[in-house]
């Protein structure tokens, strides 16, 4: 067998590979990076409510600016709340007739609900005018945000 003559890359020649060494053992990187990354995960299931609140709290906030904006008269951002369900049967003029009571508006409890299949929240409103006080509950649903979708005057 003949080899060409000429330089070579390394002084042994083409027939010695450089590459005969001890390979080194990388599992020790990869658990680590895995550990990382269930690490991140947990921290950010554990961090989300404390950003965004709690299902309960999220809905009572989400009342209170539909409420609020209901007897202020901004229908436009009351519709803005309502979910899509309740936005195709209603249209903007029409939410302060379905949802607003007389008097002044006093959120309250939040309980467990369900709309449909889905999880909801129901949350109790108390309408104080004068003497007299009527209840109404709203239902809340996560449809990217928590919305309204519904009222009734049934606990």
Excluded: I
């Excluded at 309740?86 to 949802?99: F, I, N, S």
């Excluded at 959120?107 to 929240?121: C, L, M, N, T, Y």
Aim: proline share 6%; with cysteine; glycine share 10%.
């Amino acid at each position: 067998m003949t080899t060409p003559d000429g330089p070579y890359l390394y002084d042994e020649g083409p027939e010695k590979s450089p590459f005969t060494g001890t390979p080194r053992n990388r599992n020790r990187l990869l658990l680590l990076v895995l550990l990382a990354t269930v690490v991140v995960a947990v921290a950010a299931v554990v961090a989300l409510p404390l950003v965004t609140g709690t299902a309960e709290k999220q809905s009572t906030q989400v009342v209170t600016v539909f409420v609020k904006a209901l007897q202020a008269g901004d229908t436009e951002t009351a519709y803005g709340l309502l979910c899509s369900d309740e936005r195709t049967r209603l249209q903007p003029d029409g939410v302060a007739a379905a949802y607003l009571r007389p008097g002044t508006a006093h959120v309250g409890k939040v309980s467990d609900a369900e709309h449909g299949a889905d999880p909801a929240r129901r949350v109790e409103v108390r309408w104080t005018d004068g003497g007299a006080v009527t209840r109404t509950f709203l239902t809340v649903v996560n449809q990217d945000g928590a919305h309204v979708c519904g009222t009734t005057s049934a606990g």
